[in-house]
């Protein structure tokens, strides 16, 4: 049951609200609840002012009474404010109690905040979703020009605050209202390569809408069928220092947006030699892809799917996930991590971070970003970056806020290595107790068109032969990092 429903730009504007229901006294006024709960957020000191006592940050009662009772009556003066600037506060959690007694929910999307205020615990993530389907793209602009469509959206979603229509082919027919396009998406016609689509080409509405200068576009007419086909990896891996795997794990799924007009029958057909389980009976020297599990959309039929490895199913309108499937184990991770460390002087550390990347040639790892830790006693850091060739838009520095280095790559070119020296300096000896503070490494990254369980689609088609409809078909494949860890 959600009581009041809003969306925050980073400003602290409030582009949409709506209230469902309210308790008498309190949030009398619509801005009231948004104002506070942005400052809430905006300057999140770790103590959730529903619940005295209750610092939120660590799980724990007493610490951010504590603290604030310091702050305000002064305390022990300089200890205190020492106790106060050692304790970082991160963002604000997903989840508190501000002191109207409601729970508010919020998530980020593209710097914008979606909060909900709610007495019980529901997700907001299923309204950000259709937002998004029928805006085409979702940013602050979009939301502002269609926001007559998206408060009609908002009545079909919610009822007295508790959900009703949540699918977006379902909520078409109930919907009046067209979507104003924010920015033209590029004709794939006027390109180099035919094949390739722009990245902003899914980008669209799903149902007819209209430009800025309020001119109606058709789908049908103006814009072509089209289905764009998302073969995501993320990654979860934990080295040792030694650059051994410790533990490994790849999710991934199909995800797919369909403009194809009559909604007609589709077929997809995965690797022929794909294995579900492990204990499935197959060998260990089996060349086949192997997962421990998928999970399939309720859209799915599968009854060809034990003998030939292929889906049937009717394309639901907007974004949907057909398949997702997790595997663990052995498998060829994209990069090698290989630290060191060496105490040079009792109060001066040397840092290498060698990284070799095993992906092939022709591909590269991109906005790649390496966090290392260091101790809180640190007072001075240099780095240094043996660059090779390929690699570009490389910098490494320390940020002495955060006691960290960071060295990040635009461009890292497959089959190559790189390497960043960091000289550390130390208010103190390094103890055993300081050397334990240093990392553990945190690597961030994006590979293009390339994904390491090697599942591959074969084809997707119609089901049916319609003469004379020739849609297009772009399959994009993208390996992401989730967790990317080192030890030292």
Sequence with gaps: ????????????????????????????HERSHTEAFFRKVKFWDGVAPGTPGMDTTLGLGSGGNKLSADSLGGGSGEGSE?????????DAPPVFIMPDGYSYMHVKRNGLIFGCATEKNISPVVVIEVFKDYCGTLSEESIR????????????????GYPQVTQTENLKAFVYNEPIVVSAVA???KMINPKTASASAVHKPVISSVDADGKKTSLAANQKNEIFVDILERLSVLFSSNGYVLNSTIDGCIQMKSYLAGNPQLRLALNEDLIVGKNSGSTSYSSGVTVDDINFNDCVNLSEWDHGRTLSFYPPDGEFIVLSYRMTGDFKTPFRIFPSIEEVEPN???I????RAEIPDNHFGANVSIEVP???????????????????GVNAEYVSHDKKLVWTLKKFPGCTEQTMRAKITLSGPCTSQIRREIGPINMSYEIPMYNVSSLQVRYLRIAENMPGYTPYRWVRYVTQSNSYVCRL
């Design 1 to 28: 049951m959600i009581t009041n429903f809003f969306v925050i730009s980073p400003r602290g504007d409030t582009v949409i609200a709506k209230s469902y229901r309210s308790k008498s006294g309190v949030g009398a």
């Design 82 to 90: 020492a106790k106060e600037n050692s304790k970082k506060f991160g």
């Design 145 to 160: 020009k269609n926001f007559i469509l998206l408060y009609e959206l908002l009545d079909e979603l919610l009822d007295y």
């Design 187 to 189: 004709d794939t016609g």
């Design 348 to 350: 001066k550390l040397e």
């Design 352 to 355: 290498a971070v060698h990284i």
């Design 374 to 392: 260091l101790p809180h006693s640190t007072t001075a850091a240099t780095c240094n970056v043996v660059n090779t060739p390929g690699a570009t």
